[in-house]
C-alpha cells in the first residue's frame, strides 16, 4: 500500500474509462412479443441513444444503426421516445423530432414531416390504427404550443404518409402528458396544467370520451390541480383507471369512480299505486377514490416524460415503487384487500418500473440516466442484473459506500423577516475516500466535495455514481446533498425551497460541509463545490455568499434569474416564480440573487463547464461570469463545449471535463 496525499491518488477509473463506458439506460420493458425493449444513451458513440431488443432466450440486438438516435426533445428534457405496439418499433428520431417506423425489414419510414413540431410518449391505438402522441409545435416568432395528437399510420399512392398533417386531438392547456389508451379504446385519459405552474405543483387528471373515428366527443375532469399534483394515469385489465395524487405530504394511489346518470323513473300503472313505487337511484358525479397510502411517496417529479412507477401484473394487484428518504421500495398491492407487501428493500433509487404476470423490470437510477436494469422474477422473488453500466468501471474493494447522514441548518426565513430563524434538517450520502493501494498519513483529513443536484426540484439517491467513485478514488471525500427542496421527502419538504431559491439550498450545502469538518472527517480548508445547472446556481451563489469553500465547479449554471426568465425555455419559464418570486413585482429578489451582479464577491477559484447548443441555460450567462472573475485575478477556467447541450453526452467532452476539473482543484488546493 502506497502513502500518499489525499486528493493525490492514481485512481483505476481514468476518465477515458469512465466516459467511453458511461452508458445510461431508459424505459425497460416487455412488450407483447415476448421480448424486452429499453434505450441506451452510449457517450462512445457521441450520446446517441440506441433502441435494444432482448428476446425471450436472451439474445440482444440493436434496433437502431447509425446515425438513427431515439430521443425526444419535448419540455427539452425530453423522455420516453418508442413504443412497440403490435410488434412494430415506432421512435422519435433525435435529429428532425419526427416519428419513424421501424419495418420488418430493418428499413425505416418516416411517419410525420412536421419540421417545427416535436413528439413524445407514443401510445399505439390498434382499434383505429395510429399513433397517439405528446407533442410540442415551435411556431416562427418563438411561440410554442402544446397538444394531444393522433399519427395516421395508413397512406395511399396520391398522400404519402409523412406529408399527412397529425390530427390535434386534444390543445388549450399549456402542457401535456402521460396519454394512456383504455384497454377497449373508448377513453383517453393525460395530464395537463398550465403556467405559473410544474407539473409537480399542480397537474391534472382528465378523461376524454374517443367516438368511433377517434376525435374526442367530451372531457371531464377526475382529479388534481394547483395544490394536489396527478401522476401516471394507468388503466388496469378490466379498463379501471389508477393514478397518484399528491392532496397532502405524498402522492398515493387513487383509482375514478365515474360518474353514473339517474336512472330513468318507470311511470306508476293504475295496477302499480306510485306510493309503492321503487325508489330511483340519483346520478352521482364521478369522484377520486383513495385506495391506499403507502409508507413513502408513490411517485416523484415529472421531469422527463413517460417514466412509469407502477404496473399491473393482473386485474387485482400492481407492483410499485416507493420513495423514502432518498431510497426506493419495491412493493405488491394487492387492490381487492388493499394492503401492501414488501417485495424488496435494497435499492437506492429506481427511476422506471414495468411488469407483467411473471416478471418485474427496474431500471435504476433517474428514468433518463438509469445505470442497471433489473429482473424480478414474480414466482420466486430472485434478482437478475440484466444490465450494468458501472459492472466493468470498478472492483468492490475500490467502491466507496454511500453512508446516509442528516444535519441541522438554518431555519427558514418568515415572510417580512430580514433573517432566518431556528434551525431546520438536511440530509445528503456521504461518501469516504476509498482506494485500495493508497492510504494517508494517520493525522491528515481528506478534501470534500460537495455535490449539488440540479432540478432544483429533484434528488439525489445513493444508486452508485461514477463521478462520485471518481474523486473518492482519488482521496476526495464526497458530501451528495438533499437541500431543502428535493424529492423523495414529502412535499413540505420540497416547498420550503418556495420563494428561497440561492438562500436554503446554499445554507444546507455549506452546513452539511461545516457538519462533516466539525466531526473531523474531512479538511476544513480544502472544501470544494461542484454542482449542475440549478446545482451550478447554487455553486456560485455559495461562493459569493459563504467563505466556507476553498474552490467551486460550476457546470452549466444560472448566474443571471432575470436572463433565466427572459431566455430559458417554455417548460421552465414560470418556474423562477416558485423558486424566488413574481417577476417584475420581485425584481429586487431577482438582482439581489443574481451572483452576476455581485461577482466582485467571489473570491476563491472557479471553474466553469458549457454546452454552447444549450437552450435551458444560455452560454452568454456563463461566458459573462467567467470573463467578470478574469478581470479581477481570480483564477478562472472556462471551458466550452460545440454541440452539447444542457448536460454532457459526448464521450469526448466528458473525458475533457473529467481531466480538467481534477487538474484544477489539485492545483488551486495545492495538493
Known sequence: MHIAA??????????????????????????????????????????????????????RVDLLPAPYSARTRVHEYGGRSFHVGAGQLFFVHQADQQVYQRQTDGAFRPLTAAADT???????????????????????????????????????ATRPLAQVSPL?????????????????GSKLAYLAWSHPHMP?????????????????????????GPGSSALQPTWSPTSELYFALETGDAWALHRWIPATPATPATPATPATP????????????????????????????????????????????????TFEQGRSRVIEIDLERREARTLHADYPYIGHLSADARDIFLTLGWAGSGSEIVRIERSTGHATSLRCAHNHLLEPENTSQPEAIQFETTGLTAPGASQATGVDTAYGFFYAPQNQQYAAANTARPPLVVLVHGGPTAGTSATFNPTVQYFTTRGFAVLDVNY??????????????????????????????????????????????????????????????????????????VSDLEALTRD?????????????????????????????????????PVIFFQGLEDRVVP?????????????????????????????????????????????????????
Not at 383505429?128 to 395516421?152: K, P, S
Not at 340519483?282 to 397510502?293: D, H, K, P, T, Y
Not at 424529492?487 to 450545502?509: I, N, P
Not at 440549478?534 to 449554471?557: D, E, I, K, M
Open 568 to 604: 430559458t425555455h417554455k417548460f421552465e419559464s414560470h418556474y423562477d416564480r416558485f423558486l424566488v418570486g413574481p417577476y417584475p413585482e420581485r425584481r429586487d429578489l431577482y438582482v439581489e440573487r443574481s451572483p452576476i451582479h455581485y461577482a466582485t464577491r467571489i473570491q476563491k
Open 274 to 321: 306510485a306510493s309503492s313505487a321503487v325508489a330511483v337511484p340519483a346520478a352521482r358525479a364521478g369522484r377520486a377514490e383513495l385506495v391506499l397510502q403507502t409508507p413513502g411517496e408513490l411517485g416523484a417529479p415529472l421531469w422527463q416524460l413517460g417514466a412509469r412507477l407502477w404496473d399491473f401484473v393482473d386485474a387485482h394487484t400492481l407492483v410499485a415503487v
Open 484 to 557: 431543502r427542496g428535493s424529492s423523495g421527502y414529502g412535499r413540505a419538504y420540497r416547498e420550503k425551497l418556495r420563494g428561497q431559491w440561492g438562500v436554503v439550498d446554499v445554507d444546507d450545502c455549506v452546513a452539511g460541509a461545516r457538519h462533516l469538518a466539525q466531526l473531523g472527517r474531512v479538511d476544513p480548508e480544502r472544501l470544494v463545490i461542484r454542482g449542475g445547472s440549478a446545482g451550478g446556481y447554487t455553486v456560485l451563489q455559495a461562493l459569493a455568499n459563504h467563505r466556507v469553500f476553498a474552490a467551486g465547479s460550476c457546470h452549466y449554471g
Open 200 to 224: 409537480w405543483d399542480a397537474a391534472a387528471l382528465y378523461v376524454a370520451t374517443l367516438a368511433a373515428d377517434g376525435t374526442v366527443e367530451h372531457t371531464e375532469h377526475v382529479a388534481g
Open 6 to 59: 489525499y486528493g493525490t491518488w492514481l485512481s483505476p477509473l481514468t476518465p477515458e474509462l469512465l466516459a467511453q463506458g458511461l452508458v445510461r439506460y431508459a424505459f425497460a420493458e416487455r412488450a407483447s412479443d415476448g421480448a424486452l425493449y429499453w434505450t441506451e444513451q452510449r457517450a462512445a458513440e457521441q450520446g446517441r441513444n440506441v433502441i435494444v431488443r432482448q428476446a425471450p432466450d436472451g439474445a
Open 619 to 671: 452560454p452568454n450567462q456563463t461566458e459573462h461570469m467567467a470573463k467578470s472573475l478574469r478581470a479581477r485575478g481570480i483564477a478562472t477556467d472556462y471551458h466550452a463545449y460545440p454541440g452539447e447541450q444542457h448536460g454532457f453526452r459526448n464521450a469526448t467532452t466528458i473525458q475533457h471535463v473529467l481531466n480538467s476539473e481534477l487538474a484544477f482543484l489539485q492545483r488551486v488546493l495545492a495538493l
Open 118 to 156: 416535436r413528439f413524445a410518449e407514443l401510445v399505439y391505438d390498434g382499434h383505429r390504427q395510429r399513433l397517439i402522441a405528446v407533442a410540442e409545435c415551435h411556431a416562427a416568432g418563438g411561440r410554442v404550443d402544446n397538444f394531444v395528437t393522433a399519427v395516421n399510420l395508413h397512406s395511399d
Open 168 to 184: 390535434t386531438l386534444i390543445h388549450g392547456e399549456d402542457f401535456y402528458a402521460a396519454p394512456a389508451l383504455s384497454p377497449d
